[in-house]
């Protein structure tokens, strides 16, 4: 089964940028990512599959922007303008698969 490690989370002031990568042992067709925040159910964020569709939760559209690299099987989450309320665990998840999760922190 595929494997997927996730990377790029730390600590950004409000207004900044991070971009998360989920590497998979495999090739994935559709991901989709999570966060989940101290004290909150995880929340789905968006999605990307293999046809280039994107998909995103309300909350971060126009902010966060999906993509994928096939040839390295590496899929990746751009987000800007980030907001405190974006902070959390995120995580991506393919075919029930969950990776270990990345912490994304967004203080001043």
């Known amino acids: 089964q595929v494997q997927l490690v996730e990377s790029g989370g730390g600590l950004v002031q409000p207004g900044g940028s991070l971009k998360l990568s989920c590497a998979a042992s495999?090739?994935?067709?559709?991901l989709d990512w999570y966060r989940q925040a101290p004290g909150k159910q995880r929340e789905w964020v968006a999605r990307i599959s293999g046809d280039w569709t994107f998909e995103y939760v309300e909350s971060v559209k126009g902010r966060f922007t999906v993509s994928r690299d096939d040839a390295r099987n590496t899929m990746y989450l751009q987000m800007d303008n980030l907001k405190p309320e974006d902070t959390a665990v995120y995580y991506c998840?393919?075919?029930?698969?969950w990776g270990q999760g990345t912490q994304v922190t967004v203080s001043s």
């Open positions: 495999g090739y994935v067709y559709r």
């Open positions: 998840n393919a075919a029930h698969i």
